[in-house]
């Protein structure tokens, strides 16, 4: 499909951050976006880059009432060659589709979605980030935009890409966070929405994020919505255990997101000989295993959060460290290896990478 250039003037250009380490996440946008609309009887109509600007929408889009919304989150990283490289944005292309059959919206065609996005970076080159430990951050969405109360899908959709140069998620970087199994609200259940990246799954988590936030936590860590007992995700990241010799994961049985970083790590453990074990987690189990020091290291997976380490896990009224609150070994090798190959400074041997 062709794409068309919509020019951006000279005032609408913004000055660029001298200094990357005061990026943070998500708060500075480039000067371009992608858009793309669905309409009822006609599909994907006037795909076009134009400047970043605020939507004026009418206050009864089906978005604002009843959540029908999708999104993504990849990465582009800036090579010490000055190259720019994408991370698996097919997985990402894929999920998008998961996510909008689940919602009842259209299938945003895998080559629109690759080359808007391939496109939209390559304008925004001069955006993409160099230092340690940066990227920019491609955030895909969809919303229903017809105007209408009735609750049914709607006819009318914007599909749109933004991209924002982006430092670590967390603002203490990479260092071990502290988690706690949230037992009271539950984040997805069987049959629900929770393995579909869409905004309702967030907005229904900001409660028990707020609370564990204000008894000095970092993050919730979900359980499953039926038992209240296995170990899910956390609301970011997908959530790993290493123990001797293998890494223990929730498996993807529905109510939580098929990480794309999480299945990059496990295939990377796999090739260092590492077992992998995707099973059910009962948080007694687990909370023993911390105790007793079988579980040597725990860690977080995501596009944002990269390789989050854990350093401790609150159940209940009982806090134990994992790995004495440090970062365990084989979670640095994870996230160097990761972010090695990621910027180019590991060989790719897997075919992750995709050069814009
Ligand atoms: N789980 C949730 C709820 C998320 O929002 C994310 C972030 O995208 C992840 C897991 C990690 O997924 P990925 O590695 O594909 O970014
Ligand atoms: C991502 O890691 O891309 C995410 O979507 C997490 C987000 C909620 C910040």
Not at 52 to 68: N, T
Not at 71 to 87: C, M, Q, T
Not at 151 to 165: E, M, Q, T
Request: contains cysteine; hydrophobic residues 40%; neutral net charge.
């Amino acid at each position: 499909m062709e794409i068309k250039k919509v020019s951006l003037p000279e005032e609408k250009r913004k000055t660029k951050i001298a200094d990357e380490s005061q990026l943070g996440f998500g708060k500075i946008f480039t000067d371009r976006m992608l858009m793309v609309e669905w309409k009822g009887g006609k599909g994907w109509v006037d795909a076009r880059i134009e400047p970043y600007a605020p939507f004026v929408l009418d206050p009864s889009c089906l978005v604002f009432h009843y959540a029908q919304e999708i999104f993504e989150g990849l990465k582009a990283y800036r090579w010490s060659d000055g190259s720019i490289a994408l991370f698996r944005p097919e997985m990402n292309a894929r999920r998008f589709n998961v996510s909008a059959d689940r919602l009842c919206m259209p299938q945003v065609p895998e080559e629109l979605f690759l080359q808007g996005i391939k496109e939209l970076v390559q304008l925004e080159k001069d955006w993409v980030p160099s230092a340690d430990g940066t990227s920019l951050y491609i955030r895909p969405a969809m919303i229903a935009v017809e105007p209408v109360l009735g609750v049914h899908p709607s006819d009318h959709y914007y599909f749109f890409v933004i991209l924002s140069p982006v430092g670590a998620y967390y603002a203490s970087g990479f260092n071990p966070i502290k988690l706690l199994v949230e037992d009271r609200y539950v984040r997805a259940t069987p049959g629900g929405t929770g393995e579909a990246k869409t905004g309702g799954n967030y907005a229904s988590s900001l409660k028990a994020g707020l609370e564990a936030k204000k008894k000095g936590y970092d993050q919730v860590l979900w359980l499953d919505g039926v038992n209240k007992r296995y170990i899910e995700e956390v609301g970011a990241m997908n959530m790993l255990f290493a123990y001797e010799d293998r890494i223990v994961t929730a498996p993807l049985d529905g109510s939580i997101l098929h990480g794309i970083t999480r299945d990059s790590v496990l295939t990377l453990a796999k090739s260092l000989g590492i077992k992998i074990e995707e099973r059910k987690i009962d948080v007694v189990e687990l909370m023993n295993d911390i105790r007793s020091g079988k579980v040597k290291e725990a860690f977080g997976s995501g596009t944002a959060a990269v390789v989050t380490p854990v350093g401790a896990i609150c159940y209940r009224d009982e806090c134990l460290t994992v790995d004495d609150g440090k970062v365990g070994k084989l979670t640095q090798k994870l996230y160097d290896t990761l972010s090695g190959i990621q910027t180019g400074k590991i060989a790719d041997s897997f075919g992750w990478i995709q050069k814009i």
